[in-house]
């Protein structure tokens, strides 16, 4: 995104702490959100996360307005393992 070489490592957020991080990435760059698909493209580990980015927001969104702590119990969390999951299949990762 940053123009420079791309990291060899490159991991999805795997709980909504990690979720967090990058929403408020996110905020700070806005214009990077439209070129989530080039992540996707790019990591194919992503693509369920990239499209599914809305919906993962809009969780995360409401675990703040809660005031919850992000718990690893909360529908957001089990939606990102269930995505994780998904992303592995694609990169042929079990």
Same mark, same amino acid.
């Given at each position: ?20 991080? %990058? ?5 700070? $760059?806005?214009?990077? *959100?439209?070129?989530?698909? &080039? ?28 005031? %919850? ?5 909360? $529908?957001?969390?089990? *939606?990102?393992?269930?995505? &994780? ?10």
């Amino acid at each position: 995104m940053t123009g420079g070489p791309p990291p060899r490592c490159f991991d999805v957020p795997h709980d909504p702490s990690d979720f967090g991080r %990058c929403y408020r990435l996110l905020q700070l $760059a806005p214009e990077w *959100t439209a070129r989530l698909e &080039e992540v996707a493209q790019a990591y194919p580990a992503w693509e369920p996360f990239v499209r599914e980015w809305d919906k993962l927001t809009a969780m995360y969104e409401q675990l703040i307005v809660t005031g %919850c702590e992000l718990p690893s119990d909360s $529908a957001l969390y089990e *939606t990102m393992q269930q995505l &994780e999951k998904k992303g592995r299949t694609r990169e042929g990762i079990k």
